[in-house]
């Protein structure tokens, strides 16, 4: 094998075999031959920072920092061929703030400036965006690759295609949209990422259920495909009459409950529950707290969709709890739902003897086990549709404590614990109201009033177990 070194500003060139002693084959300076390339450039750099190194087809290609005498720093991808000794550039490409953008305002240094070579395409990254760059000045544009929230641990190349782990996404390949090399506009696989092929989606075509036609229209529809997304569904809905209880409504209201009960597809860990089905959430993140936050986009997707494709004005009025309400309104709730199990989430670190102890109940009161390294909370948090039970057993959990045995201090301090986790939850629940009133506002005729699961009685609703809570409250917490 040759190794080729990066030494300070030197390159070392070894030689190694097995059973033998490695050999160097030659230590040549960098600092000269990369001073004259900024000099031909028109720059006098005083200083130099080699920031990283990758292969090239002509040796190796240098991510160069060169510092000037007024503290000016000026930025270059430099290929350097690495026959022999001495060292000669043989191209240069200076990179400038507008080519660099965000990069070059972090407050992290040029040392966290790294790259990654994509055929013709550099890949230049920190810990917060990657920017692609062409290495032939003036071949296509400079293009910011934005990955949303969450920080980039690193990246590699396997084989020719550029990876990068994110905190938020997991893993994240970067490819050419193009098959001509000098074209840079990239596709980045982030959600909604479905992870499912063209063989699965004409498997939910083919279908005649309604559920897997809706699902099909939706898939194609987030890849962009919108005349083969209205193909998908054809006529299926067209000929219902009545608006309550339709085909349509409960097609939408099962693909939507399946959205927010979603397995994150990224996470290894869910790999058994994911063979047997196919998940069209696209929950990518290996963090419950950003999952969560997903499935929150997934939602709104979901209602563009079905605005987009004209399937909203269709929606009528559905039995849904032992309420007959609005479908669009079931669709608000699936999205309070997931809102509040984020704010629960959240608090969960704060308040976790409670929360752990209302999770475990839950689960046991629904037979379920997490299986393999999964655990409770891991469960839990993904199956939002679970959270009325959490709230209803948040309040048992209260009413236990005011009859039993603890003094009155113990008491008011486990209300006020209860009391905060629903308020966080309320709270979040009345402040995403304000904002989605008008993106889940019905335009069918005939539509039923406004029936909320936070003040209605019955399943899947949690009027009366706030109702108790206050009362406890009232009744013992006070006189505590």
Known sequence: WTVVVLAGHSLQKWQLCIGDMELLLFEADLARPLREAFADAGHDVQDLLLLDMQASEVGVMLLVAGVQDNSQVKYALVAVRTEEAPLTVCWFRELTAKDLGPLTHSTQGDSALQFLLMGQVALVYNTAHIVAIPVLSGKGE??????GPG???GGALFGQMPVFFSTFNGFISVSSTETLLNDISMTINVAPDTSISDSNIEE???QKDNVGLLKAAYLLYIRKQLVQSKAALGNLFSGETNCIDTMLGTAVLQTSLELINDVPAKDPRWADQ??????????????IVHQL???QRVLQWFASFLKDLQLWEKLGNVTHANRLISTTYVLQEHAEKVTATLALKKAHQKYAEVVDKIIEEVLIKHNKRPPGTLTNQDLFYRQVSLIPDAIQQLVRWSEDVVFSEQNSLQVATHLV??????LEMLRAISELRERVTTLYHPTSPGVWEKKLWTTTNGPECVGDALLLQMQVTVSHGVKS
């Not at 400079?142 to 990955?147: I, K």
């Open 417 to 422: 614990s209860a009391n905060s986790l629903l």
């Open 151 to 153: 920080q980039l641990v």
């Open 274 to 287: 994911q063979a047997n089905r196919l998940s069209v959430g696209g929950t990518n993140s290996l963090q």
């Open 293 to 295: 936050e997903e499935k």
């Open 204 to 206: 939910l075509t083919q």
């Open 142 to 147: 400079v293009e910011l690759l934005d990955f």
